[in-house]
Nanobody, 118 residues
Framework: QVQLVESGGGLVQPGGSLRLSCAAS????????MGWYRQAPGSERELVAA???????NYADSVKGRFTISRDNAKTTVYLQMNSLKPEDTAVYYC????????????WGRGTQVTVSS
């Protein structure tokens, strides 16, 4: 099993910044992709950003140029630096890890609330 624990959410004014962290523990295999998803009230969960072991990244168009995902493989921790936050970034942010061993599957954190409001 894999456990994911997020931290760093909160309330911030428009234009502000937040940094989310997610620590993974348990049965972590070397080949994986870690990422952040978000879900706003009444909306489906959507991908925000993802990063592979090699450092390759993928971002939602809505956050390109404002958010940066990074990871520390030694600590199996993934970060999301969020700058120039907008009210539409308000959502619960979930950490995710996808592994292909022993079976291809996703694991999820419990989520952390990010609220952008003046």
């Amino acid at each position: 099993q894999v456990q994911l624990v997020e931290s760093g959410g909160g309330l911030v004014q428009p234009g502000g910044s937040l940094r989310l962290s997610c620590a993974a523990s348990g049965r972590i295999f070397s080949l994986n992709v870690m990422g952040w998803y978000r879900q706003a009230p009444g909306s489906e969960r959507e991908l925000v950003a993802a990063i592979g072991n090699s450092g390759s990244t993928n971002y939602a168009d809505s956050v390109k140029g404002r958010f940066t995902i990074s990871r520390d493989n030694a600590k199996t921790t993934v970060y999301l630096q969020m700058n120039s936050l907008k009210p539409e970034d308000t959502a619960v942010y979930y950490c995710n890890i996808h592994q292909w061993e022993p079976l291809s599957r996703d694991y999820w954190g419990r989520g952390t609330q990010v609220t952008v409001s003046s």
